[in-house]
């Protein structure tokens, strides 16, 4: 079953090899785990019975150092030797050179400070001293960073560690030396951390020499202490005067055998103490523990050798891509992306994202949040005062006073307002076409991506596309503003018109004659025209003149009402303009006022043209007071403007958030969709493009290779666990 140990010896040659570590596969073996000057480097030299560790003050052990160890049969000819991984084809005699060797790749990797490095050293050892073992040295646990070492050093001696005792095929041989606490023992309090049960951790103690006297780890090595399933195992190490003096390893061996024979409290346990027997222990547990794990190897390999093949098969077969198969490979290269895209504007693609919204969901997104609370967010007649109103309807009278609310005014208001729907509908175009980029940017597989050219030219030949398919979409999204503009619609259905609006505004309780209004460009205010006194306040003006035939006329209409039918006593908008009375009344009782206010006597109105003569020769200079005075009507007028611009604006805008999605969708979105595929066919299927358009990435061939290499080596590992069990 020793040939187990040499397979796991092989995988992780080959991982090695390859470039990269076999934590996808979890091999068993064996890792050693200390605090500095633990003597765990000396326990690994008794098992191997060679000096060839490098040694010194601080930290010597700077990179993890993956430990082979071969028995060679007894009657073998050659001499103990071994071999690096990174020095191929070489082999090591002289175990001082060895010694040198990782000093002097620790140094070209890690640096010639303190640092440590991750990366492994693979060093084979051939003896026929040895059982068969892989053990793995890591840096000696520390505290403090002494000399250039960098101020983290414990912190990374620490996750190198962890990372590989956390594993669940690693056994832990965790060191503590004798002549100090258990209890404060870094190694176990580690190897605890990642298996709290002991179920795989083997404790060795060191040391046992130098204990004080009368003082034993009797309790210690049976577990009364400290309970282990694997148990303690004491060892005693050369000495560092041992090691200066050159002592040989049998003469250490036999003198740690006489220690335990004749000592006191460990000579009833001496049989399971000792360098020799930590090996033999060791080697037992690996091979169990290999046995005991083949099974889940098996089905690992099993599952890898899925994996691998499907992503070998992703970078595709180099012999498809011939001079006979360009062609079918750069139609199955368009075809698929082309699907892709598609799928991706229809949400059926088989990589949807769940972190954020993406493809068609997005521009649905764009449709119905982001343009609609644009929007909604566009208040109307906001940048319209009630002074910009008046004067549009006063210049759409001329010289003349309207009967109505002039129609003029409100379409030359209504105009603008209906223009600031255009920039939040140009910018939805401008965002779908920008989704529509990201799509086409974020397609293709890992088969395409073996052709960075052909890719890039795909990418290129959809936004041109999409480029091309921007101008008249906004053109046209520019029109359905022109055309809102171009014909105000008041015979809308849900247009409510003068009198409708009329009725909102009473029901709002808007209408208010007699109120106080603000002069505008100043902070006073003033009382409105409540009584026909307060009225005639400028002798002579058109006010004046205007209000006492409003009350001549409001007399006559209430003289003429007595003993005709009943009218409402609340004034409609219609009685407000026209009087209680028929429309020719109307007009009789105004005529007949305004011959009371400006006639008098002809002396008197020939005396008030002479008087007025001097003054029209003069420039007309306006009096702002004059100016800024306004009527009950003109309060009116106003209101109903504004509210006539609301509500034609609110039907405007349910139109354009209707109308603005449909065309993107038909002229940008539907119709780069359906016609992605031959455009791409069109620019691209040609024979004099196929050799360009085919040429490999260089990174994705050596990942070709990397995969195919990792296949074979699934297989045969496969195979020789399948022979084995």
């Known amino acids: 079953m020793d040939n187990v140990i040499d397979l796991v010896n092989k995988i992780q040659n080959v991982f090695s090899t390859i470039g990269i570590a076999s934590d996808s596969l979890d091999l068993p073996q064996i890792v050693t785990v200390g605090s500095q000057s633990s003597g765990k480097s000396s326990v690994l030299e008794t098992i191997v019975q060679r000096d060839f560790l490098p040694r010194g003050s601080g930290i010597v052990t700077r990179r993890p150092l993956v430990l082979q160890l071969v028995s060679l049969q007894s009657e073998s000819s050659d001499a103990d030797y071994a071999e690096f991984l990174h020095v191929p084809n070489k082999r090591f005699y002289e175990f001082d050179q060895v010694r040198e060797e990782i000093e ?15 990366q492994p050293i693979h060093l084979r050892i051939y003896s026929t001293k040895v059982l068969n073992l892989t053990l793995v040295d890591l840096p000696g646990l520390t505290k403090i960073p002494i000399g250039d070492q960098p101020p983290d050093i414990e912190k990374q001696i620490r996750s190198l560690v962890l990372d590989y005792i956390s594993k669940p095929n690693s056994i832990i041989l965790a060191v503590s030396p004798a002549n100090a606490d258990i209890a404060n023992s870094d190694s176990l309090k580690i190897a605890r951390k990642v298996d709290p049960s002991g179920k795989r951790t083997i404790g060795v103690v060191t040391k046992l020499d130098l204990m004080d006297a009368g003082t034993n780890a009797l309790d210690v090595l049976t577990g009364r202490v400290f309970p282990l399933k694997l148990g303690f195992v004491g060892v005693v190490n050369r000495s ?32 399971r103490c000792g360098s020799q027997y930590l090996s033999k222990q060791l080697n037992t547990i690996l091979l169990g523990h290999i046995r005991e794990r083949l099974p889940d190897l098996k089905s690992r390999l099993s599952s890898l050798i899925g994996q691998t093949q499907h992503e070998l098969s992703q970078y595709g077969d180099p012999a498809f891509i011939g001079n006979a198969h360009k062609g079918s490979m750069v139609l199955k290269m368009i075809t698929t992306y082309a699907t892709q895209y598609m799928a991706s504007i229809d949400g059926t693609s088989a990589d949807i994202s769940t972190k954020e919204l993406s493809g068609g969901a ?31 309807i006063r210049n759409s009278m001329g010289p003349r006073c309207s009967l109505f609310v002039p129609e003029l005014a409100f379409d030359l208001l209504v105009r603008p307002q209906i223009r600031l729907l255009e920039a939040p509908s140009k910018r939805c175009v401008e965002m779908a076409f920008q989704e529509l980029s990201k799509i086409c940017h974020t397609c293709g597989t890992r088969e395409l991506s073996r052709f960075p050219r052909l890719h890039s030219k795909l990418v290129e030949v959809v936004s041109a596309l999409l480029h091309e398919r921007l101008g008249p979409t906004t053109s046209y999204v520019e029109s359905l503003i022109d055309i809102e503009c171009a014909y105000i619609n008041t015979n809308h259905p849900d247009f409510p018109g003068a ?29 409105g025209m409540q009584s026909g006194a307060n009225d005639t306040s400028i002798p002579g003006s058109a006010t004046s003149i205007y209000v006492a035939a409003a009350k001549s006329a409001s007399a006559n209409t209430n003289t003429n009402a007595i003993g005709t039918s009943s009218s409402p006593s609340k004034d409609s908008f219609l009685n407000y303009f026209f009087g209680s009375g028929g429309i020719g009344s109307g007009k009789t009782n105004i005529t007949t006022a305004q011959s009371t206010a400006l006639s008098g006597t002809p002396k008197m109105a020939e005396s008030k043209n002479l008087d007025l ?34 509500s034609y604006f609110n039907i ?39 050799g360009d358009l085919l040429q490999e990435d260089e990174a994705v061939t050596s990942e070709r290779l990397r995969c195919k290499t990792m296949l074979d080596m699934y297989r045969k590992a496969f195979s020789i666990i399948s022979e084995t069990l």
């Open 613 to 646: 003569e001097p003054q029209l020769m003069q420039p007309m200079a306006l009096d702002e007071n004059l100016v800024t005075q306004w009527t009950d009507r003109e309060d009116m007028e106003v209101e109903l403007i504004r509210s006539l611009i609301i």
């Open 652 to 690: 405007v805008r349910k139109t354009v958030q209707d109308l603005v999605p449909k065309a993107i969708m038909h002229l940008l979105v539907n119709f780069t969709r359906e016609s992605v595929q031959n455009r791409l066919v069109s620019e691209l299927y040609r024979e004099d493009l196929f």
């Open 499 to 527: 009198t409708g609006a009329m009725q909102q505004l009473e029901q709002h309780g808007k209408i208010v004659t007699g109120r106080t209004r603000k002069i505008h460009g100043s902070g006073e205010h003033r009382k």
């Open 240 to 271: 560092q005067q041992d090691i200066l003096i050159n002592k040989p390893m049998e003469v250490a061996i036999k003198a740690e055998e006489e220690f335990f024979a004749k000592h006191p409290a460990y000579k009833g346990i001496a049989s």
């Open 104 to 118: 002097k790749d620790t140094a070209r990797i890690a640096g010639s400070n303190k640092g440590i490095s991750r």
């Open 362 to 392: 997005r521009i649905y997104f764009i449709f119905n949040n982001i343009f609609g609370h644009a929007l909604d967010a566009i208040v109307p007649c906001a940048n319209i005062t009630n002074d910009d109103i008046r004067t549009a």
